[in-house]
């Protein structure tokens, strides 16, 4: 049961680490963002720059809460596995495979 439930983990693990590099693409692509978000002189009138740099910082910040709540959900995460581990550890003080998963799950904290 530790297995299949370490096993969903690390899928879940690797499927947050894939989000976070989804979701930092806006900020990777800043100035791109910032080039087709700020109208040239030709489109001014046609185009609130105001309201568009207005919504530019909005999907950046709920970007930025949004990585930081799945962030913080994987940490939590982690530190339950960790938990669970040391737990299991405490009943097996032999099994090296157990204190090498440990071991890998406290590096990530």
Known sequence: AFLRD???YLSAYFLIQE?????????????????????TASFVGKVDP????KELYQ????AHSNRER??????????AV???LKEEREKAHDDVALLKQ????QTKV
């Open 19 to 39: 989000l976070l590099r989804v979701m930092r693409t806006i900020d990777d692509r800043i100035v791109h963002e910032l080039n087709t978000t700020i109208p």
């Open 59 to 62: 999907s950046l910040m709920d």
């Open 50 to 53: 105001g309201q568009t740099c």
């Open 102 to 105: 440990l071991r890998k799950e």
């Open 70 to 79: 799945i962030i913080k959900n994987c940490i939590s995460q982690t530190s």
């Open 82 to 84: 960790v938990k669970t």
């Open 6 to 8: 370490t096993t969903k």
